[in-house]
């Protein structure tokens, strides 16, 4: 187990470094001058371009700028917003909760329905509610998540009027922000209606970043199950006469969790591609719509730095998975 | 006791054995949701060819005093079936043009996508040491980002549009095929007719390409079906975020980029667009699906 | 009263109207306490047979019998509590790959105790330290060393004849009146295979247990077994007590088995195989099932389905059953000589 965990956080090194290079190549390889991306400003005069030049570092041979950066990447200094003015870093940390919130709920809804789901395809196997699940999966993983948040609002806001089009909470409601979780901060604070309003604003932009996740995992979970459904223990377990349902979810579905838990693990680079779609269509202040705005307005640190923050989170997500595995597999953890 | 003998009674021949290409037809013929997939599939690829000759109207023409005008059974002008945009062009042209631009979009990011992982595979999986390594922690790094984020990436060092949108998908898929190939080439390179094609003299070349390649076929014509429904998602999500395809292409995911303006008013600029791209996708899911359990068996061969 | 009775079983898979024959009209008795041997070829549905007794085939299939009873009861109308309530407890099964029959997920231990948990006295369901207790106690019966710590261990972390052990260890928990064995020594090492065989034996003999020994080894059935059914196709072409089948066999197929063993062929430079194949599911001959690979097959043969004849406790499914020299009692033609001649 040990040998396990240690090759698996040492392989994540080269990884990480892998990311700030082309996080640092990005701004040499984008068209134009590197002085005017990352100060944002244009047709500057040559003495002041100099100056500039020599303060972010950009006369220095490449190797060294890269191990520049690196440090600086290290020490948490990933420069300024060119559009606020604010450090990338902070910005991020002001607005990374409102996605991991998203997100979060987004796969309660995927793994609450989606593993039931296949479950109960694999059991029912060849029969409607088996079709049923696979159709609707099919469908959800083959929609534009866009479209499917649009079509949410559509129906669910506009015509129905139950739920609001954008944002995190009503205007009217004032939360101090504390941990950044909406729904923490408002029963922390007491405020009903406020903790209400935010649930009611988390709802659809939930169920459309969680679509694809609840397709995925139902899909797996299936597949999975048929596969351990099939196997001698399942079949010795039935020759002691246990139930049926002790059968199933004691041995089957023990054995069948081991490669579903990797495979919701690694849905969670899939929620923020999505986030990013769904932040922006919603109306939602998380990361994604962040990083967007940057790439639309030339905010090459904004850029730089989301790219790299984000591609470093899902790093250390695949990696907690990777050792979750470890732990659930016996084989692994008692080798 | 009895000896054994051979019987002399005349063997009558068998039924003769189906060609590969007919015995793969029958099993991928087995699933409805394949044919279906298929079917679809093949009625897209005569719609973009006839684009032309089937779309009413050209979709770059704006009739003004029509604008955001409602499909023709919910009271719209009966020259345009499925409605108008804002700018008053016809839905139905541009989603039909657009099936041509989507397809396009595909094929030549999966075309090249393809090229490049299977060559890096092949090159990984038979080299082995350090080229492997360095080419596997590579694409290591490639995987690490979430591939909308990588596609943007790539789009904010290019610069928007549709051929640059094309690459930074084909760049997307890379990582997989490439993971696929070196997996298979490995495999077969254990293989004995590898060996006995080494020992008649082949060169590392052809044995990688003539040899090997060939039997990795299976599962790479799998998932470049599956990675064309998936380039068609990332090119509509990239056009939606104005990233892809630029006004005025009639490409069906900077057509939803508008729709939200319109989502109370107009319904039907947001419903058609995003129908085309499911009923593409679903297609090809469920003919990669298809494909997937027919050749299955023969993989294991 | 026969402690098993089976008459005419059979077990299709696939369609309805063109099904797989897996068991074709199979007929068994097994008194109680007694060592009866099954034998055939891979295909022969001795395996699948054993699964329908327990009620364990596996969906698609379909069952029916005449008869099938354990001690009287009748286990074709029991409801899935009652069928539970036998299973595991009154007949147990073991089978073929020990290591892969063992939950990987769990401790030696969990699974002993579920199997207590379930069929166990009152007392062994409710108190887990009982349980643990007797599952030590059960180790200790099947013989393998250092019982404290393999409680402990999980599948992976047992050899294959210690896996195969614990098995046997889950299957006589409860003091099963019937025990299936499913080859349980061909996945095991040789030196292994006599152990595991000695300690069923041994069990078997302590506990007055009826066991079922289902194996393609001759030599094992030759060795253990009081009585032998022969099965071959789906259908059980001769039975009759160890060692007179052994020593003059009636059915062609039962001869044909013994000529092939090692110690028979010392003289010859190659074993005497059976020429052809085993029938598929498909392709099911006409009339008697082995008459395209029988040298003494006529035209009888091809075209009547021979019945399972002959006196009590020494039946055989044949037209012209061998004779105490091991010749066919139509005279001596095999078929490739024959154009025309009449039974």
Avoid at chain 2, 150 to 157: M, N, Q, T
Avoid at chain 3, 254 to 270: C, S, V, Y
């Amino acid at each position: 187990m040990l040998a396990f965990v240690l090759r698996r956080v040492a392989l994540i090194v080269p990884t990480f470094l892998g990311v700030t290079l082309l996080a640092f190549a990005l701004i040499h390889l984008i068209p134009g001058d590197p002085v005017e991306n990352l100060s944002g400003e244009r047709g500057m005069d040559p003495a002041r371009r100099l100056r500039l030049l020599h303060e972010f570092g950009l006369d220095r041979p490449l190797p060294v700028q890269y191990l520049d950066y690196v440090g600086q990447v290290l020490e948490g200094d990933l420069g300024s917003s060119l559009t606020t003015h604010e450090p990338v870093l902070q910005e991020f940390r002001t607005l990374f909760p409102a996605t991991v919130e998203l997100a979060f709920f987004a796969m309660l809804l995927a793994v609450a329905l989606g593993l039931p789901a296949g479950i109960l395809a694999a059991i029912r196997r060849n029969t409607a509610a088996d079709y049923a699940v696979m159709g609707i999966s099919l469908t959800g993983y083959s929609m534009p998540i866009f479209w499917w948040a649009l079509l949410l609002i559509l129906f669910f806001s506009v015509q129905l009027g139950w739920t609001p089009v954008s944002g995190r909470i009503a205007v009217e409601y004032d939360v101090p922000a504390a941990s950044g979780f909406m729904l923490v901060d408002t029963l922390r604070a007491g405020d009903w209606g406020a903790f209400r309003s935010a649930l009611s604003h988390l709802i659809l932009p939930s169920i459309a970043l969680g679509t694809i996740p609840l397709a995925v995992i139902a899909r797996m979970t299936r597949s999975a199950m048929l596969e351990v459904l099939r196997e001698d223990y399942v079949r010795a377990a039935r020759a002691k006469g246990l139930k049926r349902r002790q059968v199933i979810v004691v041995h089957a579905l023990r054995n069948a969790l081991i490669p579903v838990i990797t495979v919701i693990g690694l849905q969670v680079g899939l929620l923020l591609s999505g986030a990013i779609l769904t932040e922006t269509i919603f109306s939602w202040p998380g990361v994604g719509n962040w990083l967007i705005h940057g790439v639309q307005s030339r905010d090459y640190p904004v850029v730089q730095g989301g790219i790299l923050l984000i591609a470093t989170i899902v790093i250390s997500v695949n990696l907690i998975v990777d050792l979750t595995y470890g732990v659930v597999n016996p084989r692994i953890r008692h080798a | 006791m009895i000896e054994v003998e051979e019987s002399l009674e005349a063997v009558e021949p068998g039924p003769r054995a189906a060609g590969p290409l007919t015995e793969f037809w029958h099993a991928y013929a087995q699933s409805r949701g394949a044919l279906v997939g298929l079917a679809i599939a093949v009625a897209l690829v005569l719609l973009a060819i006839f684009a032309g000759a089937l779309a009413p109207h050209s979709p770059y023409e704006q009739y003004r005093e029509l604008t955001l005008s409602p499909p023709a059974w919910q009271g719209g002008d009966p020259r345009f079936l499925l409605g108008t945009d804002a700018v008053g062009r016809d839905i139905l042209s541009r989603l039909i043009y657009g099936t041509r631009l989507s397809l396009l979009i595909g094929l030549i990011s999966v075309a090249i996508s393809l090229s490049f992982g299977i060559v890096l595979g092949v090159i990984a999986g038979y080299l082995r040491g350090w080229t492997e390594t360095t080419i596997m922690r590579l694409m290591d790094v490639m995987l690490a980002l979430p591939s909308l984020l990588l596609a943007i990436a790539v789009v904010a060092i290019l610069g928007p549009g549709l051929i640059n949108a094309m690459y930074a998908i084909a760049i997307v898929l890379v990582p997989h095929y490439v993971r696929l190939t070196r997996a298979a080439v490995i495999a077969e390179k254990a293989r004995e007719y590898v060996l006995s094609s080494k020992i008649a003299g082949a060169g590392p070349l052809r044995v990688m390409f003539s040899t090997i390649l060939p039997n990795c076929l299976a599962p790479l014509i799998v998932q470049a079906t599956l990675g064309f429904s998936s380039a068609i998602l990332d090119a509509a999500a990239l056009g939606f975020l104005g990233l892809g395809a630029q006004p005025p292409m009639p490409e069906w995911g900077s057509m939803l980029a508008d729709a939200l303006e319109f989502i109370q008013r107009a319904s039907w600029v947001v419903t058609f667009p995003g129908l085309a791209i499911l009923v593409t996708v679903l297609a090809f899911n469920l003919m990669g699906d298809g494909l997937r359990d027919a050749l299955d068996p023969r993989l294991k061969r | 009263m026969a402690l098993l009775e089976v008459e005419d079983l059979h077990v299709e898979f696939g369609s309805v109207s063109d099904p797989i024959i897996a068991v074709d009209g199979v007929q068994l008795t097994l008194e109680a306490g007694e060592v009866v041997g099954c034998v055939g070829e891979s295909g022969s549905g001795k395996s699948v047979t054993a699964l329908a007794l327990m009620g364990l085939t596996e969906f698609p299939g379909r069952v029916r019998a005449h008869r099938l009873a354990l001690a009287g009861h009748d286990l074709r109308t029991l409801s899935g509590r009652q069928h539970r309530r036998i299973v595991g407890k009154e007949i147990a099964m073991i089978f073929q790959d020990p290591l892969a029959s063992l939950d990987p997920c769990y401790t030696v231990a969990f699974q002993l105790a579920e199997t207590l948990r379930v069929h166990g006295t009152h007392a062994e369901r409710s108190s887990a330290k009982l349980r643990r207790a007797r599952a030590l106690e059960l180790l200790r019966q099947v013989e393998i060393p250092d019982a404290e710590a393999r409680l402990a261990a999980f599948p992976h972390q047992l050899s294959g004849g210690m896996a195969q052990r614990v098995m046997i260890a889950m299957a006589i928990a409860c003091n099963p009146k019937l025990l299936i064995a499913d080859e349980p020594t061909t996945a095991l090492d040789v030196t292994v295979q006599a152990q595991v065989l000695g300690l069923l034996l041994k069990l078997q003999r302590e506990r007055g247990m009826a066991l079922l020994l289902i194996t393609h080894d001759l030599a094992v059935v030759a060795e253990t077994a009081q009585r032998v059914y022969v099965m071959y196709a789906g259908q059980v072409v001769e039975t009759g007590p160890v060692p007179g089948i052994f020593a003059a066999p009636l059915h062609p197929y039962t001869q044909a088995l013994l000529a092939a063993l090692p110690e028979h062929n010392l003289d010859r430079k190659r074993l005497k195989a059976i020429r052809g194949v085993v029938p598929g599911s498909r392709d099911r001959p006409s009339g008697c099932l082995l008459h395209p690979r029988c040298d003494y097959a006529l035209e009888r043969c091809r075209a009547e389905r021979p019945r399972l004849e002959g006196a009590r406790g020494r039946e055989s499914r044949c037209h012209f059953p061998l004779d105490e020299r091991g010749r066919p009692t139509h005279g001596w033609a095999p078929m490739s000589r024959v154009r025309a001649s009449s039974p």
